[in-house]
């Protein structure tokens, strides 16, 4: 077997508001004066729903399921550990495991891919991540992942 590069795009939908929030705060910043305990140490697991466009009710291509924590005193930076699970289309059944910083003010935020399993098995590569939409009202956002992995 060959090994190929795949590249495609999926949209993240980070919900923390509402009734059926798709990313809570499991612990919150110990030194934190917001009320909703963000702050260096704060960990949030997530749910996400990944889908092919921009809008929530697009084709649902997967989830994105692990959890980030505020890893830096200094400046807005995720350590992010996740899997996006795919449970629609060619890739139904695989996943790609991402572990990373996360710059959350940077334009684009590059994280590794470390592995995979299904059709990507033995998988290598990154993402890069770019904020599509943030509500500053609410905290939820819409970021635009562009995937590329190696994988055979």
């Known amino acids: 077997m060959r090994e190929k590069l795949t590249h495609f795009r999926v949209y993240f939908h980070d919900i923390v508001s509402g009734q059926n929030p ?15 305990g ?8 997530i749910d996400n ?10 084709t649902l291509l997967g989830r994105a399921q692990g959890l980030y924590s505020t890893a830096s005193q200094t400046d807005v930076s995720l350590l992010t550990v996740m899997n996006f699970v795919f449970t629609t289309g060619k890739y139904n059944g695989s996943t790609i495991s991402i572990l990373g910083r996360n710059a959350v003010m940077s334009q684009v935020r590059e994280m590794p891919i470390i592995g995979g399993s299904g059709l990507f098995r033995f998988a290598r590569g990154y993402v890069q991540a770019r904020t599509h939409l943030f509500n500053i ?3 939820d ?8 992995v190696l994988h055979y």
């Open 22 to 36: 798709t990313a809570v705060i499991i612990v919150r910043a110990p030194n934190s004066t917001s009320p909703n």
């Open 38 to 45: 963000i702050g260096f140490g704060a960990t949030t697991m």
């Open 49 to 58: 729903a990944l889908t092919r466009g921009p809008e929530l009710n697009s």
């Open 137 to 139: 009202n609410n905290g």
């Open 141 to 148: 956002a819409t970021v635009e992942y562009n995937v590329y």
